[in-house]
């Protein structure tokens, strides 16, 4: 079973953690196992009430949700844990909505590797990161 963009968003708005996000579904590829985000910019997710930069950890739990339903797009089912998660972090995020880009590189029998690219409304990169995750096949 293929995953479609409502069901992709469905998915992104059950956990309450992601539904505080708002995080939309932009578009998917299952063929690939790619998969197209956007995080609206509000100030809650600001690392400073005086500052509108949005915190590092915002951007990796985009990076990893991202990367999660990379692997789902692929394979189907249900979101599969994290194994390993490694970001750059290229530039602040200042005021902007954020856009994640993520690639399924490999996906093996125990582990899916997804690259994910995190951009701003400019189209200038804010962070880079690989995902690692446990599949069962």
């Given amino acids: 079973m293929s995953l479609t963009l409502d069901a992709l968003q469905r998915a992104l708005d059950e ?3 992601q539904k505080f996000l708002g995080i939309q579904a932009v578009a998917i590829d299952a063929a690939t196992g790619g998969v197209t985000v956007r995080l609206p910019f509000k100030k809650d997710l600001c690392r400073s009430a005086e500052r509108p930069e949005i915190h590092g950890g915002v951007t990796a739990a985009l990076i990893d949700i991202a990367g999660d339903y ?11 844990p994290t194994v390993d998660l490694r970001i750059d972090y290229l530039r602040m995020a200042v005021e902007t909505d954020l856009h994640a880009v993520a690639t399924a590189i490999k996906i093996g029998r125990t582990l899916g590797v ?4 995190v951009t701003d409304d400019a189209g200038r990169r ?9 599949v069962k096949k």
């Fill in 15 to 17: 956990p309450p953690y």
């Fill in 70 to 80: 990379a692997v789902v797009a692929k394979l189907g089912g249900v979101g599969v």
């Fill in 126 to 134: 804010i962070a880079i990161g690989r995902g690692t995750y446990f």
């Fill in 114 to 117: 997804v690259d994910v690219e």
